[in-house]
């Protein structure tokens, strides 16, 4: 009999998660019922919220019960059809959870076409990172063009997505990143004017050489002391996108909140959160345009594929937070 080897977790963690945080358990391959379909799994989704959903606290998605199925978009084919929507064989993406083989409502699977990109990019710059860059940027960023945009995260999904949309938006374009290999990528493939390596050099000082004028959009992917940073430097009626902020998800005490948020005050400037579902009626759009400049070699779509199967799933989640990824982390399950 197929086995059904699944990611539980085991026990919520307190900083870093860690082995005693998941269970590894053999389960039957489900059957679909009535308007279902199993998906056999083929690349698993690493995502830095993961983390937040294993804190059982009020957020914007339920925690993650201990015993459930970890969480995870994914991508696979269609294993067994009970809904005339979908076929045996057909490429899928969805909810899918960490996990070989999921059963899920023919209503949340989402079919992904692999003639225009590979599967791991359906869980990068044609997934939710891709959403959350187009969005977040475009919408909530309200970018102008020309404008002065720094983006955090830089080498990450988001953020390398991040930049690129602005620099096609006419935008100087600043990226922080650690480590001299991805801020030259960002620099030499990805088309970004300046890059920051945080780890090596002081993020204030370099934004005041490169950002003379200010900062228009600032994209924040990491919060803390690189937030405080880009805050001193906002422009008049600046707009600071809040996206994420890994620096502090793994944090055992209360994180302090950023020393220069009177910035906002001074230049009229606004900070405002987002969620990417926020826009789930706009997907279309935003895939559309994704898929397009993807196409047209405008977006250049970069996968990190960690390999060893469903059993490797806790170790490459901690390679987000040790910043060993650059662009999207996927873990190929089968
Ligand atoms: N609001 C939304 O709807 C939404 C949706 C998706 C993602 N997000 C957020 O967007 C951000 C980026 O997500 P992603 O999926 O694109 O992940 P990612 O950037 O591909 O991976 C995480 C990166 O964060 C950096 N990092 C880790 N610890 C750090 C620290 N202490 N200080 C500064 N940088 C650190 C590392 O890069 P370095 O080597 O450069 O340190 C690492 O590669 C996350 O904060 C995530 O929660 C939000």
Not at 118 to 143: H, Q, R, S
Not at 186 to 202: M, N, P, Q, R
Not at 316 to 328: A, D, I, S, V, W
């Amino acid at each position: 009999m197929t086995r059904n080897r699944q990611v539980r977790l085991a026990a919520r963690p307190v900083g870093l998660p860690d082995a005693s945080t998941w269970n590894y358990v053999d389960a039957d391959v489900p059957e679909p019922a009535d308007g279902q379909v199993t998906v056999k799994v083929a690349y698993v989704s690493l995502d830095p919220a993961m983390r937040g959903w294993l804190n059982d606290v009020r957020s914007y998605v339920p925690p993650v019960q201990i015993d459930a199925v970890m969480r995870a978009h994914a991508v696979g084919h269609v294993s067994a059809s009970n809904s005339p929507d979908f076929a045996v064989g057909d490429a899928v993406s969805g909810n899918f959870g960490a996990t070989e083989y999921a059963v899920a409502d023919a209503k949340d699977v989402v079919r992904v076409d692999e003639s225009i990109a590979p599967l791991p990019t359906w869980l990068g710059a044609l997934g939710f990172p891709g959403f959350t860059a187009y969005f977040g940027l475009l919408d909530v960023g309200k970018l102008k063009d020309g404008d002065t945009v720094v983006v955090s995260g830089a080498a990450g999904a988001v953020g390398s997505l991040v930049g690129q949309i602005a620099k096609q938006h006419g935008c100087t374009v600043i990226g922080i990143a650690g480590g001299a290999e991805k801020c030259a990528w960002l620099t030499d493939e990805l088309g970004f004017d300046v890059a920051i390596d945080y780890k090596s050099e002081s993020v204030a000082k370099a934004l005041r050489q490169h950002a003379p004028k200010g900062i228009d959009v600032y994209f924040d992917n990491v919060g803390g002391e690189i937030l405080d940073a880009a805050l001193a430097r906002l422009r008049l009626g600046a707009r600071v996108v809040l996206c994420g902020a890994i620096s502090g998800y793994n944090a055992t005490e209360p994180t302090p909140g950023p020393q220069n948020y009177l910035s906002l005050l001074i230049n009229r400037a606004s900070m405002a959160g987002f969620i990417v579902f926020d826009f789930a009626g706009r997907y279309g759009e935003a895939a559309a345009k994704l898929g397009e400049w993807v196409a047209d070699g405008k977006l250049v779509a970069r996968e990190q594929v960690a390999t060893g199967g469903i059993d490797k799933f806790g170790d490459t989640l901690l390679m987000l937070f040790e910043g060993k990824n650059t662009g999207k982390l996927v873990l190929q399950v089968s």
